[in-house]
């Protein structure tokens, strides 16, 4: 037998996830800036919902790590928190490292075959301009790695990682790339993909390796010009793990 209401619940859970998505996707590509108060009223009739809905994404958020409670009852877009960028850059490297690694042991024909050929996609967007949806291709061409490598703990924990860089390369890395910078992202990526589709655990590493370097560099560069101090973050060469 049906519970009164269970319609209504079910339809206000789809209803939060989908605020979820859409908040979410707000706050990793900056359309909310980090520090933002959450003011539940307007982000309800921004997206043309109850405040029901803006709540349970709220929460959902928070739990991530995307938004912070703070001790008033205030919520807050999490703060981009640069003394922490050091030790992200160091779980990006050694997961990066150990997906790499693992996709190309793993791989066969047919994913590699789709690897190719959204890197070819990725490659021709990065030359043409570092926006949003390049950003976007690449992320996902990451979480597609991560998805042949197989393992759903360490890609939980990757996932994570990516989306805690997503704002802070947003800001310090595509948008200041030249030309000649996104010309060596998208080689950085033909090198890494050919590594991992012929199943060269040792090239794959080191490609990987080169990748986060390079982006590292940009990004300290780029630090350097706009805030006035170093922060250095390049991870080191690769050895075997």
Known sequence: MK??????????QRGGLAIHERM????????????SAIDEVSLAAQYGVSRTP???AVARLASEGLV???PNRTSIVAPLVMRKL????DMYYLLSRAVVREAAAKISEQPASELKGETAELMKALRVSADEPSQKMELALRQKISTISDNFFR?????????AGIRTKYL??????????RDILARNWQVLVEAICAGDVEASDHAVTAQIQFEAQVIERIFIAKEGYSMPITPPLAEAV
């Open 155 to 163: 890609d939980n924990a990757y996932r994570v990682i990516l989306d």
């Open 3 to 12: 519970k009164a209401g269970s319609g209504t619940n079910r339809k206000m």
């Open 86 to 89: 050091k030790a992200l850059f």
């Open 68 to 70: 912070h409670h703070l």
């Open 24 to 35: 979410r996707d707000d706050i990793l590509w900056l359309r909310i800036e980090p520090n």
């Open 54 to 56: 803006v709540r349970e």
């Open 172 to 181: 310090y890395l595509f948008p200041n790339c030249a030309q000649a910078d």
